[in-house]
């Protein structure tokens, strides 16, 4: 009974957090602050970039969101907590959803560059072509993802139209987010 009560309690305060971020802007910063301090991550705000509003899709799901200033060029920002290890398989759904079910090929990152940069064990990245339900008006993104073993991941979305734009403006806030050393 002791063990069911647990439970319960652990689902009532998950689904409260849960309505809560959904419902209360006021709460979003508090429940990121607490994601970087679970997994044990850096977040630096990307300068001179306007933070807009999180869009609630059933693709992928994120905690921040940065626009720039004067181009048609958004960053997304996403922490995920948890001890699996099966962080390839959950990469490459996270690919699957976010392209509308395609799964292009990708680079691993080298195991010395992902924790010397990022602070991680692995990593990986990928451009696809957006669903449109996460992509809402873009068409391209570069997805960055870094995983610390039995702590979580962090995913970094650049979306543009033009591949371009990507490549020019993702190099100067590319370590925004990394795990702590």
């Known amino acids: 009974m002791k063990n069911l009560r647990k439970i319960l309690s652990v689902f009532f305060v998950f689904s409260l957090l849960n309505f809560t971020y959904s ?3 006021v709460l979003a910063p508090l429940i990121i602050e607490s994601k970087l301090d679970t997994s044990n991550m850096i977040f630096e705000r990307p300068k001179d970039y306007i933070e807009i509003p999180v869009i609630e899709n059933r693709q992928m799901n994120y905690e921040k969101a940065y626009k720039h200033p004067d181009e ?3 960053v997304r920002y996403a922490v995920r ?3 699996n290890n099966f962080y ?3 990469f ?7 392209s509308g079910g395609k799964l292009p090929e990708y680079t691993i990152f080298g195991t010395e560059a992902v924790k010397k940069e990022f602070g991680a064990d692995a990593g990986a990245t990928v451009a696809v072509e957006l669903g ?3 992509g809402q008006d873009y068409k391209y993104c570069l997805l960055v993802y870094i ?8 995913y970094i979305f650049y979306l543009a139209d033009d591949k371009d734009i990507i490549t ?5 806030i590319f370590h925004a987010l990394r795990f702590k050393e």
């Open 132 to 134: 449109k339900e996460f």
């Open 23 to 25: 419902q209360n802007e």
């Open 168 to 172: 020019k403006y993702m190099n100067p």
């Open 81 to 83: 907590t948890h001890n």
């Open 88 to 90: 390839k398989q959950i």
């Open 72 to 74: 048609n060029f958004e």
């Open 92 to 98: 490459e759904m996270t690919v699957l959803n976010i």
């Open 147 to 154: 995983h610390k073993n039995n702590v979580g991941d962090g």
